[in-house]
């Protein structure tokens, strides 16, 4: 009851009398969280935090724009109100949006900087999971994207159900099970990124799109229908099912080229079994740098430049290394 009550007082803090709603917090929140997430893993999986930046600055933008564009299309709303400020104060924002713009920014840019995109998704996916995982308690917060009505009194409780104040009524609590399913995938997704440098780049890419088109997939039909976008066509579940349908073909296309080209569906039995070892700056001219995070450094120490820096983190490493074998 008490988080009942918590979001009843329309939460959220006020700046010099001007009043941020939870819903823009939190949003915000995970943003930057995925800003770390994936700018950890641009590094760990050998490539440069420049070319990061390059993609965050440019994606970001266009992915919002076009989560607020997805809506505002699929709703009908008057294009007068799509980007006032009274509009976007009561919120409208799509998540497939914001995946279809993001992903074709950094489809434009790969090709531009001439970078493997499945590399590159391999990393975004991650902090992509994460956000929209912190995103759905937002919706929480604004009491909205719920399910069908809880009859029975016994599952009247968090994180089963939730009071809606507007229906006066006991809803599942979706936003909330979304939550979890792309949190645990961002989890598991993360220690594939982290640990695993073998062929081929894609999987996650092609895991993330699995996941949460399906996730979306069993959910869209389910929710309450004030938050199915479209009057004649349920837009989010259709691209939804696009999204699962593509992530499943991504699968069988990066794991069967790696076979026919490399002899087995991961890793490589003809030659150079890591998929991550080529290093990609920003510029053609930016040279790799020895790296503690960099999981190529300890694999291939030779081929980065020795410095008295780098020396005193391969010295860092080293007396890390024997305290672990002492113990």
């Known amino acids: 009851m008490f988080i009942n009550n918590l979001l009843s007082e329309n939460p959220g803090i006020t700046v010099f009398g001007f009043k941020i709603h939870a819903y823009a917090l939190i949003i915000v929140c995970g943003m930057i969280a995925a800003f770390f997430v994936i700018s950890a893993l641009f590094r760990r999986r050998n490539m440069s935090p420049d ?22 299309i699929t709703d009908g709303m008057p294009v007068s109100e ?3 400020f009274e509009s976007i104060r009561r ?16 489809v434009v840019i790969c090709i531009v900087k001439k970078v493997n995109f499945f590399r590159v998704g391999d990393c975004v996916v991650v902090g992509l999971l994460l956000a929209q995982s912190i995103g759905r308690w937002a919706n929480f917060a ?20 939730v009071f809606i104040e507007d229906t006066g009524k006991y809803h599942y609590a979706f936003c909330v099970y979304e939550s979890l399913v792309t949190l645990t ?6 220690i594939n990124g982290w640990k695993n440098p073998n062929k081929p780049n894609g999987v996650n890419t092609a895991c993330y799109f699995i996941v949460y088109g399906l996730t979306r997939s069993i959910m869209e039909p389910l929710r309450d229908s004030s938050f199915i976008l479209g009057e004649n066509v349920p837009w989010s579940l259709v691209f939804s099912l696009l999204l699962l ?19 087995c569906l991961l890793g490589s039995k003809t030659g150079e079994k890591y ?16 790296d503690k995070w960099n ?20 010295v860092e490493k080293e007396e890390t290394d024997e305290k672990e074998i002492e113990k």
Request: charged fraction near 20%; charge should be negative.
């Open 185 to 190: 995938a961002a989890i598991l997704l993360f």
């Open 295 to 314: 999981m190529m450094c300890k694999i291939y120490p030779e081929n980065y430049p020795k410095t008295e820096e780098n020396d005193k983190v391969e």
């Open 91 to 106: 919120g409208g924002l799509s998540i497939i949006g914001g995946i279809l713009g993001g992903t074709a920014s950094v």
């Open 245 to 263: 349908a593509f992530g499943l073909g991504l699968l069988f296309y990066v794991l069967y080229k790696n076979k026919r080209e490399e002899g």
């Open 142 to 161: 604004n009491q909205e994207v719920y399910g069908g009505v809880v009859e029975n009194a016994s599952l009247h409780f968090f994180p089963v159900s």
């Open 275 to 290: 998929g991550i070892a080529a290093y990609i700056g920003d510029t053609k001219d930016e040279k790799p740098k020895f």
């Open 51 to 72: 070319l990061f930046l390059t993609f965050f600055c440019i994606t970001l933008p266009i992915a919002i724009i076009t989560t607020r564009l997805f809506y505002c």
């Open 82 to 84: 799509w980007f006032s």
